[in-house]
Nanobody, 136 residues
Framework: EPQLVESGGGLVQTGGSLRLSCGASGFSFDEYAIAWFRQAPGKEREGVSCLDVLRSDGSGGKILYADSVMGRFTVSSSNAGSTVHLRMSDLKAEDTAVYYC????????????????????????WGKGTQVTVSS
């Protein structure tokens, strides 16, 4: 069964950095847009970023970021595209949340990056999440 697994969360002080990783098993990232979401207690799921699939005609491949993380968070991929990373720097208390990665066979248009209109059924696969806690 296809799965996504996040890792790299933890406790960090304000201004610190963390790198989250999202690995896939059972399917290839090649055909999926990969998004990062976060959900803080009592709040709706927020779209943090989305890495669009790079299509064979050269289109796609763009990365979208929420305004709240622009310039602080960076998405990259490694292992021939089988792992997607979210590098988070200059972390703030408001970044505290459970972070999820998810894949969609569609594209980033189904992700409300920077918003909270992110429904579970819009994505094909979800990870179980990793906790990020930023302390002051």
């Amino acid at each position: 069964e296809p799965q996504l697994v996040e890792s790299g969360g933890g406790l960090v002080q304000t201004g610190g950095s963390l790198r989250l990783s999202c690995g896939a098993s059972g399917f290839s990232f090649d055909e999926y847009a990969i998004a990062w979401f976060r959900q803080a207690p009592g709040k709706e799921r927020e779209g943090v970023s989305c890495l669009d699939v790079l299509r064979s005609d050269g289109s796609g491949g763009k990365i979208l970021y929420a305004d709240s993380v622009m310039g602080r968070f960076t998405v990259s991929s490694s292992n021939a595209g089988s792992t997607v990373h979210l590098r988070m720097s200059d972390l703030k208390a408001e970044d505290t949340a459970v972070y999820y990665c998810a894949g969609t066979y569609a594209d980033c248009s189904v992700v409300d990056v920077g918003g909270h209109q992110n429904w579970e059924h819009a994505m094909n696969y979800w990870g179980k999440g990793t906790q990020v806690t930023v302390s002051s």
